[in-house]
């Protein structure tokens, strides 16, 4: 991977932390309303040249962990590379989202 693409996927993991935060601080002022179970998401596929980082987290209270993915794709849909873990810890959903974002910028050093 050139310098270019590390810069390129640096700025856009860095983009998505910022909109998260925003999304999330419209989430905790809105009232909590029921989920659409017809709502699904879809993968968008990047440019061509460019790569698309994708992480989640998840809590398992059962477990005291938290579940962590990130997945780097190029604009193919091809694995660049990636990493899943479960962390003992906190089981809150914003801290499982922020140690996933945490992953993902980790992955691209």
Not at 26 to 36: C, F, G, L, N, T
Not at 40 to 64: H, L, M, T
Not at 77 to 93: D, N, Q, T, Y
Request: with cysteine; aromatic share 8%; hydrophobic share 40%.
């Amino acid at each position: 991977m050139n310098s270019t693409a590390v810069i390129q996927i640096l700025l856009t993991a860095c983009s998505f932390g910022w909109q998260f935060l925003h999304s999330y601080k419209q989430a905790v002022e809105r009232e909590r309303r029921p989920i659409d179970s017809n709502t699904r998401s879809r993968w968008g596929r990047p440019s061509i040249g460019q790569y698309k980082i994708n992480f989640d987290g998840a809590v398992f209270k059962e477990q005291g962990a938290i579940g962590v993915e990130v997945d780097i794709r190029d604009h193919d849909g091809k694995f660049i590379a990636g990493v899943s873990k479960l962390i003992r810890g906190p089981c809150e959903a914003v801290v499982a989202e922020a140690l996933a974002a945490r992953e993902a910028i980790s992955l691209l050093r």
